[in-house]
């Protein structure tokens, strides 16, 4: 069996290199992979385009990764009231952003797992959304075309992992965190708790372990 | 003789409320949408859904209550009812955009007498502006109801021939509810339906931007 | 409450016209909504547009369908060998043919689901699939653009169901069920048990109610 | 001196097994490729995947052990290993077409020398062919591997030039297992990696369609 169970969030992130598309889970403080976006600030990555719903509360999720000036591009739906230090580093160009409605950037993921190459969408015709894009009609409707969003690592929160990589959530923590592992080349999975193989009833498994490449316990940090 | 006071934000939600139908998936937007709850009519259920992932959420969590992984798109701590169930995000807007949810209420900066809606971002003010999930919502609901006030603060309507603020989804508006009157998009433009009490279609028609069409005596808005 | 719960499973599809457009979920006889089925043939409904894996099982599954002679044509990834019937019909032009491939197929019923006007995929290009649809270079990538699959009706079958509509499936019997109660205006499950609102964890929900209009309790029926 | 004896299909599976490795996920085709979950190396653990919603596929069910929600993509009731899970035929074929199996293994009629596949419709048979997932497959698998008989019965070439019966997918076959080789599809055109014991790269160039590449002595094919 493959080994997927690391032993520190440091180790887990150890790898992630400069330049990185990382997609990072969570929605309104829940389910978001704090303990590895801390691992990856003493990691020091640089460069990075994240991709994930928000930019930050403050000083927690994201908040750390501009604070540190670690992000050069952001993709989002709501970059947020409390993205202080993205707003900061946006405000002095040090930042750039594409804003993506959230549907939209849950199947942009998607599509990236699915081996899709575009889709077309009513979602954001005539407004700033659909600047720069290929527009058509389809069966009477303005469409727009929509293109995959890749990255090389997926890092998100889950509840519990069996050692295979099979994960659950809990409750609306789950929100991003199955789309991001399906879409990712490597996803990186920060869990309450790691149970043996078989554990996990099979009809129970929300991501599937083909989509989880590690695996760290650490326990859930929440940011206000 | 000085103009009636206009309807307080929570009388808006509660005649919002009234559009909405036992059984109902409904999804409620930031701001007076998110008051609705509070003032469903007596003995109906509604679905309410999360763009986070829920669908079937009650109200909010009382003190000491509180689970932070189960919270609302507005970070809210919730609860849920019988029959609740937790889905990722990506299906969440599956829902909003594919037609499913029964009605949708947004809050608005304008709208404009075709339905046109403009809700994300104010031209000129500080950050880059916040889609979420409401372009998803709007291009996506079978009924979408707006509650906001008549008029900004300084008195200039909200509802207008073309909208100025950058577009949320084109043609999407069906109902305006407001602190002055419930207005239908129709093609033939606004139809006046109802006038705050004491409020009268001519001067509803003085403080909106856009005509409104309306036959003899327009009925007043009742809350029960 | 709305009620979905049908005494008998022929007032359930009683108002099944002829012409509908009917997705039938099941894969290697599991998961197929024979019962239904049963009833649809007793009902008689005739010019049927059926979207399913297969196109029967000797006698059973849609092979009834086909020996009725109340399918005129079939959107199909596998029609299989023993589609006895179907393959008389086919062969004596009684029945069109539209050949897709699987995971197309899963695609196209979920773009219908998702509110998505079209998907480019590389499935299919340079093969008969590719027929009369639009080919364009993504990314260095021959594609083809694929349109979503609408259906007015879904037959399914689900293990159990709670009295609002949620479903669980059992082990790979879950199949297509989920992707076509999304995907069409009306659905109706056969399921082996109906449970009180509540008695499903939320959590475990594979299908959420607002998917699910008619719920019909029926012992599962199995052709070898 | 006439031909040694070609390889058993037992044996074809048995030496393609070989090509997997600890941890994989793998889907195995109709035919030949079936039979290869029988012979994986000693204390290696493959999770198999079926494109009707399993991951985990351990061996087929004994003689009263059968249970019918739980069968392959060819209707074989199977059991599952610690570690499965289930999901529906969309999320299947996200992983197939996503490009997230480590490799799938299906039976062909033909395979040209740019490794383009075919496998689903013999031209002038009766019926509408088959495609089932393997365009899918087909188009997403990062090793495709083909297990089939190097010719036909009749002696003709299975491994050709350019495919004359309808087209799975283009360029997609990485490298094929026979009853007389193993070769891989090089972009300078066929690899001859193996030969079957007793035979020689020129009697198997001999029975091939399109040309062999190999540089001197071409090692025996061995089934440990």
């Not at chain 1, 959230?102 to 700033?128: H, K």
């Not at chain 1, 994960?167 to 149970?195: C, S």
């Amino acid at each position: 069996m493959k080994r997927k169970v690391f032993a520190t969030l440091d180790e887990a992130v150890a790898d992630i290199p400069d330049g990185a598309r990382i997609m990072f889970g969570g929605f309104g403080g829940a389910g978001f992979p704090n303990n590895l976006i801390q691992a990856l600030a003493r990691k020091g990555t640089r460069n990075i385009t994240a991709i994930s719903n928000n930019c930050g509360t403050r000083d927690g999720e994201l908040g750390l990764m501009f604070k540190n000036n670690q992000i050069k591009h952001a993709i989002a739906a709501f970059p947020g009231p409390h993205a202080n230090y993205f707003l900061e580093r946006y405000a002095a160009k040090e930042v750039t952003l594409e804003l993506v409605p959230q549907g939209i950037l849950c199947e942009r993921m998607r599509a990236a797992a699915a081996g899709l190459q575009g889709f077309y969408t009513t979602v954001g015709v005539g407004t700033e959304v659909a600047a720069g894009k290929e527009e058509r009609v389809i069966e009477g409707q303005r469409c727009i075309l929509e293109m995959p969003i890749h990255a090389d690592f997926a890092l998100i929160k889950a509840q519990k992992a069996d050692e295979l990589g099979n994960l659950t959530y809990r409750l609306a923590a789950r929100n991003f965190n199955p789309i991001m592992a399906m879409a990712a080349k490597t996803t990186i999975a920060e869990v309450e708790e790691i149970v043996p193989v078989g554990a996990i009833d099979p009809e129970h498994v929300i991501t599937p372990a083909i989509f989880v490449h590690r695996i760290v316990k650490a326990k859930g940090l929440r940011y206000a | 003789m000085p103009d009636k006071p206009r309807l307080a934000r929570e009388q808006i939600a509660q005649r919002a409320a009234q559009e909405l139908t036992d059984g109902a998936y409904v999804n409620l937007g930031w701001g007076i949408p998110n008051l609705i709850a509070d003032y469903l009519p007596a003995g109906i259920t509604v679905y309410f859904h999360s763009e986070n992932g829920i669908l079937g959420m009650g109200r909010r969590a009382k003190p000491g209550e509180e689970d932070y992984d189960l919270v609302d798109a507005m970070k809210v701590p919730v609860t849920i009812i019988p029959g609740a169930s937790f889905f990722h995000q990506a299906d969440a807007h599956l829902m909003t955009r594919g037609g499913h949810l029964d009605a949708a209420v947004l809050g608005a900066f304008q709208v404009s007498e075709k339905g046109d809606l403009a809700n994300w971002k104010i031209p000129g003010a500080k950050g880059t502006g916040n889609i979420g999930g409401a372009m998803d919502i709007a291009a996506g609901a079978k009924m979408l109801i707006v509650c906001m006030e008549h008029t900004t603060k300084d008195g200039s309507p909200k509802i207008v021939k073309e909208c100025t603020y950058p577009l949320t989804a084109l043609a999407c508006v069906n109902t305006i509810v407001t602190d002055l009157a419930v207005m239908d998009v129709k093609p033939e433009g606004l139809l006046l339906r109802e006038v705050a009490p004491g409020w009268t279609a001519e001067k509803v028609q003085a403080v909106t931007g856009a005509a409104l069409h309306f036959k003899g005596h327009v009925r007043e808005m009742s809350f029960v």
